[in-house]
């Protein structure tokens, strides 16, 4: 072999292994660590040890949590207001009296009451619903607890747990009035995100899988329930 042609084979090496450097930093650079990057941005690590149920007054498992949002509370009570959800009443013997007489008489209560669940030793920080109707027994419903640490970027971060009201009864456990909750509460996880997704508030929105372990339950109400085990998790924008 001439010295030309060893010159020549070592100059098409080298384009070779450049070209290949070339491919695979762009696959790293522009590819893969944005993607990871995403993962991690998206992942929230506070979520990693937090409660997955909320719990009745008296310590039994409550409705499962399903939905997450980021924000400020101002921020929450304007983007819920947007997606026409509406702040309920606190419990109390007034309150009380109305939803009885809206039951009876069929009337729309838009800001009626839920009762207390519990997330990290206190009842929800907010509530919201969304009246069905004119028929106080059938809503939308969710609940929100501040979270006691932030996310990783420094964010205010809430969990709550989504169910629609199908009927008024008699507690499975306790005898007592409430609403029973349908099964699925995906359905309400996703009614839920689509009506915020619809006030164009939001600035990202992901699914953390396999959040819940335990795919099935009852609540303390003895409702039994099912999901698919995500979480959803909207951040709302911050102008």
Same mark, same amino acid.
């Given at each position: 072999?001439?010295?030309?042609?060893?010159?020549?084979?070592?100059?098409?090496? =080298?384009?070779?292994?450049?070209?290949?450097?070339? /491919?695979?930093?762009?696959? /790293?650079?522009? $590819?893969? %660590?944005?993607?990871?990057?995403?993962?991690?941005?998206?992942?929230?690590?506070? %979520?990693?040890?937090?409660?997955?149920?909320?719990?009745?007054?008296?310590?039994? @498992?409550?409705?499962?949590?399903? =939905?997450?949002?980021?924000?400020?509370?101002?921020? $929450?009570?304007?983007?819920?207001?947007?997606?026409?959800?509406? !702040?309920?009443?606190?419990?109390?013997?007034?309150?009380?009296?109305? =939803?009885? @007489?809206?039951?009876?008489?069929?009337?729309?209560?838009?800001e009626a009451?839920?009762?207390?669940? #519990?997330?990290?030793?206190?009842?929800?920080? %907010?509530?919201?619903?969304?009246?069905?109707?004119?028929? !106080?027994? +059938?809503?939308?419903?969710?609940?929100?607890?501040?979270?006691?640490? !932030?996310?990783?970027?420094?964010?205010q971060f809430?969990?709550?747990?989504?169910? #629609?009201?199908?009927?008024?009864?008699?507690?499975?456990?306790?005898?007592? $009035?409430?609403?029973? $909750?349908?099964?699925?509460?995906? +359905?309400?996880?996703?009614?839920?995100?689509?009506?915020?997704?619809?006030?164009?508030?939001?600035?990202?929105?992901?699914? =953390?899988?396999?959040?819940?372990?335990?795919?099935?339950?009852?609540?303390?109400?003895?409702?039994?329930?099912?999901?698919?085990?995500?979480? @959803?998790?909207?951040?709302i924008k911050?102008?």
């Amino acid at each position: 072999m001439t010295s030309g042609e060893t010159k020549k084979k070592r100059t098409d090496l =080298i384009r070779v292994w450049l070209a290949r450097f070339l /491919v695979a930093y762009f696959l /790293v650079a522009y $590819i893969l %660590l944005p993607f990871v990057w995403k993962q991690y941005t998206r992942r929230h690590p506070v %979520l990693d040890e937090s409660p997955r149920l909320t719990t009745t007054g008296d310590g039994h @498992a409550g409705d499962p949590l399903n =939905i997450a949002l980021v924000g400020t509370e101002a921020e $929450i009570k304007e983007i819920m207001k947007k997606a026409k959800w509406y !702040p309920a009443d606190p419990l109390g013997f007034r309150s009380d009296l109305k =939803i009885a @007489a809206d039951t009876v008489l069929k009337r729309s209560y838009v800001e009626a009451p839920v009762s207390s669940l #519990y997330l990290f030793g206190r009842k929800e920080d %907010l509530a919201f619903e969304q009246p069905v109707g004119n028929d !106080p027994r +059938k809503r939308h419903h969710v609940r929100f607890w501040k979270n006691p640490e !932030p996310d990783q970027q420094g964010r205010q971060f809430w969990l709550g747990s989504a169910s #629609y009201d199908e009927r008024v009864g008699f507690s499975h456990t306790t005898g007592e $009035i409430t609403h029973h $909750i349908a099964p699925d509460v995906d +359905k309400e996880r996703d009614h839920l995100l689509h009506d915020l997704q619809q006030t164009q508030d939001l600035s990202e929105v992901s699914t =953390i899988p396999d959040f819940h372990k335990i795919l099935e339950g009852k609540n303390g109400g003895g409702d039994r329930w099912y999901t698919d085990g995500a979480m @959803a998790v909207a951040v709302i924008k911050n102008d």
